[in-house]
């Protein structure tokens, strides 16, 4: 007998792992399509006799007429192709034909033909396991809605059941043809989101078959409408391997474009120092902090030449935190991550939650100290970056950036660390009272915000306008001329010194205030002042409104918002009078120290543009001595290389200084190759791997007219948008448009007061963007990905920034 039914009990010896693996399939009680399995005996007789061994035909066609498809599928199905140890899954062939005898021949030959195809051969040598014999499944070909595989044991997390599906047949999920899409659930969970299958059923037939097999499984299925088809199990062969989260979101507001190499160097140790000397502060358990040295050193890391947080080691650390389940929320909410925890450790038991909480307490008492101790530090460093005299120190000054940078920004991280916590608490404390609709309140309560730094070069460059304004000859000349002519005249003409004079004292201050103002490759309104006239230029045309009045009225509404809250709680408590009470004191000073660290983390922001802004300086300097030493060909040179290289050349400490200078046209060439490759906002990768390209997720196919994101500045408006790259095509803009970019780092404040709304692909409610989208009342919504090539200029959109929405009319 050749060919016996699945139903049958059926051994791997006789008729191949998969055959035998269906045949348990119906044994167990699990849907699975109707079909045959043909002996490995048939093989053996062809390969012999060269022909179907007699009465095979026959067997063969009563079988095709009991299956009751159109379409078959005729599946290999070798001996000893799955074991506990190895697995050929994806190596062997499968064919789906028409439901004849002539096509199911063809099939079946190919099926053995397989047994030495090049990706068999590379698993045989890679395993050192030889397929030498095959069985042959025929069964029911189902027309598939969706197709997948589903792990009861997760490759990334062994707590896990991980399941990977496409859209149609299975064939594309094999194959590669796709990128499949993917979600994950404990094991004592249902699917929660909506998918486009019956999920919940999976889940269930997939834990009771793993329970019926004793051991993890990997388990092949279809689904047509609501129903679910197994095709295949098999025991999980693969090394359980860790996943890595990266995401650029909030990155992308500091490191808009492509970083060099030494500002990567810098970056890389800056936030291994940032969240250790964090931890060392909030006095995590030192043994906790030993355990996580390779996370600390791993926090970021640099995908087509742009940073990525890298998630997995940062939630690992937040993991040693006794609050560590409130805090990574905050911190999600702070960077824009959408996922909830991908931690892989759990360390937390370790540290007095006592002593924590006392700690929070005391260092956010001490914010402004330590706000005030890192201003004076840079205020030093610049002022003596700022010094004229030939012969300045520029080595030593080198060195005091990077103190600053790693060993004295701690002081800088706090504002960062209590910005994210005291908006978090605001937001618990609104959502309590206002539910579904919180989100709206919660941006009033913190816009406005008293003596914000981003406002004040917003208020300096409305007076210079304003001066400007006042006089009809320079007002004449602005209007009528280029930005290049206009700066020159201002440079030449003596009837122009009082505006030369507020010109300059405004790039001194303020001039470094740029989009990428922390990139070494970008160029701000200091090293390029042509932009800033052309800026002001816009100003005068568009009529910008007054900033300070702008954030008069905000702040009234924000009062005004903050009496109408605390008007609530007291009504809803009713006779509870003193319970009301202490909630409206909590409410009022949880928006202070919200206000307070927002403001405070402003404050070190300018100051680390001024930083940054002055480094570079002192590297191009270096640079040009170093090219008169004929060391290097450019002064730009030093930018291609890491801060310890730099450091080694100062010392003549390299070990391959002669080779200086290939290694940079090297890096040169490699930078601009690698910076044309791009990365989502979010994608993994395994633990170990670094793939060349990730697909990023199809979010949008031309028929959807509405997006949703992040809602972060209250307010509805209908207007023309301008798609700009950077603030310095702010002459693009009309007034009232809605500005859509792919992030708003600091420099962008400067077009607030032109602009009606604001979109913004990437980025977190404590974003710039969102804090001056609040300071002016601009309807803002963040975090909705490619939005920047999805819309067009002068598209025309409605902007919900209430509830988070676009619409594209």
């Known amino acids: 007998m050749y060919i016996h039914a699945l139903k049958e009990k059926l051994s791997t010896d006789l008729v191949g792992a998969k055959a035998a693996s269906l045949s348990a399939l119906f044994e167990y009680g699990f849907s699975v399509p109707n079909g045959y399995a043909i002996s490995k005996k048939v093989l053996e007789l062809y390969t012999i006799e060269k022909n179907f061994p007699d009465g095979f035909k026959q067997s063969l066609e009563s079988c095709l007429v009991g299956l009751n498809s159109q379409k078959i599928i005729i599946r290999s199905s070798a001996i000893g192709e799955d074991s506990d140890s190895f697995s050929f899954a994806g190596q062997l062939d499968s064919f789906v034909v028409q439901n004849n005898m002539e096509a199911a021949l063809q099939a079946i030959l190919q099926c053995w033909d397989g047994l030495h195809n090049d990706r068999v051969l590379a698993y045989e040598k890679l395993s050192g396991k030889k397929l030498v014999e095959m069985g042959v499944v025929l069964q029911e070909f189902v027309e598939a809605d969706y197709a997948g595989v589903t792990f009861t044991s997760s490759p990334y997390n062994v707590d896990e059941i991980y399941t990977e599906y496409v859209k149609g047949a299975g064939e594309q999920l094999v194959s590669g043809k796709v990128t499949p899409k993917n979600f994950t659930v404990n094991f004592t969970e249902t699917p929660k989101e909506k998918l486009p299958f019956n999920a919940v059923e999976l889940i269930r037939l997939a834990t009771t078959l793993k329970e019926n097999y004793s051991y993890h499984i990997d388990i092949e299925w279809v689904s047509k409408g609501e129903h679910i088809f197994f095709v295949q199990a098999r025991p999980i062969t693969v090394l359980q391997k860790k996943k890595v989260h990266w995401t650029n979101t909030n990155l992308n507001e500091n490191y808009p474009t492509p970083m060099s190499p030494l500002l990567y160097s810098i970056a890389r140790d800056s936030y291994y120092h940032y969240f250790k000397n964090l931890a060392g502060l909030l006095q995590i358990n030192k043994k906790s902090l030993r355990a996580l040295e390779y996370d600390f050193s791993n926090t970021v890391g640099i995908w087509s030449n742009r940073l990525y947080y890298n998630m997995t080691s940062i939630h690992n650390i937040i993991s040693s935190s006794p609050l560590q389940v409130y805090f990574k929320d905050a911190f999600n909410k702070f960077v824009g991550y959408s996922e909830k925890d991908v931690a892989q450790v759990a360390t937390s038991k370790a540290t007095s939650i006592v002593r924590f909480v006392f700690r929070l307490i005391r260092l956010n008492f001490s914010l402004e100290k330590n706000v005030k101790s890192i201003e004076k530090m840079v205020d030093d460093f610049a002022l003596q970056a700022n010094k004229k005299e030939q012969n300045l120190p520029v080595a ?310 509405e997006f949703n994101g992040l809602a972060v500045s209250g307010g509805k408006i209908k207007a023309a948008v301008k798609v700009l790259k950077s603030v310095l095509e702010s002459g693009k803009l009309n007034k009232g448009d809605i500005l859509v970019t792919k992030q708003t780092d600091p420099g962008w404040a400067m077009v607030f007061p032109l602009i009606g709304g604001l979109i913004v692909e990437r980025g977190g409610a404590l974003s710039h963007g969102a804090i001056v989208a609040r300071e002016f009342g601009i309807p803002a919504v963040i975090g909705i990905p490619n939005i920047t090539e999805i819309l067009k200029d002068n598209d025309e959109v409605i902007l919900d920034g209430d509830l988070g929405k676009i619409k594209l009319l």
């Open 396 to 705: 030593s000054l080198f060195y005091t950036f990077l103190d600053l940078r790693f060993h004295q920004w701690y002081r800088a991280s706090l504002a960062d660390f209590f910005s994210m916590i005291h908006y978090k608490v605001l937001g618990e404390i609104t959502k309590t009272f206002y539910g579904e609709k919180s989100i709206g309140m919660h941006n009033n309560l913190v816009q406005a915000i008293p003596g914000l730094m981003s406002s004040e070069p917003l208020n300096d460059t409305y007076d210079i306008v304003q001066e400007i304004h006042k006089n009809s000859e320079i007002k004449s000349f602005f209007n009528a001329h280029s930005s290049k002519e206009v700066y020159q005249e201002i440079q030449e003409n003596p009837s122009y010194s009082q505006l030369k004079e507020n010109l300059d004292a405004y790039l001194k201050k303020w001039g470094f205030r740029c989009s990428g103002e922390l990139m070494f490759f970008s160029t701000n309104y200091i090293e390029e002042p042509t932009k800033f006239i052309e800026l002001l230029q816009v100003y005068m045309a568009q009529d910008a409104q007054d900033p300070r009045a702008a954030i008069a009225l905000k702040d009234s509404e924000r009062k005004a918002a903050m009496r109408s809250f605390a008007w609530k709680i007291i009504q809803k408590r009713s006779i509870f009078i003193p319970v009301s009470m202490v909630e409206v004191g909590v409410l009022y000073l949880s928006a202070k120290l919200c206000k307070q660290a927002i403001a405070s983390r402003e404050r070190v922001r300018y100051k680390q543009a001024e930083m940054y802004y002055h480094f570079k300086t002192i590297v191009k300097k270096m640079g040009a001595q170093f090219v008169e030493e004929q060391k290097i060909t450019s002064a730009d040179d030093l930018f291609y290389l890491s801060y310890k290289e730099i450091g080694e050349l100062l010392s003549s400490s390299s070990m391959f200084s002669k080779d200086l200078k290939e290694l940079i046209i090297e890096r040169r060439l490699r930078f601009n190759k690698d910076s044309e490759n791009e990365y989502p906002a979010n994608f993994t990768t395994t633990f170990g791997e670094r793939p060349t390209s990730v697909k990023a997720a199809i979010v949008y196919n031309g028929d959807f007219t």
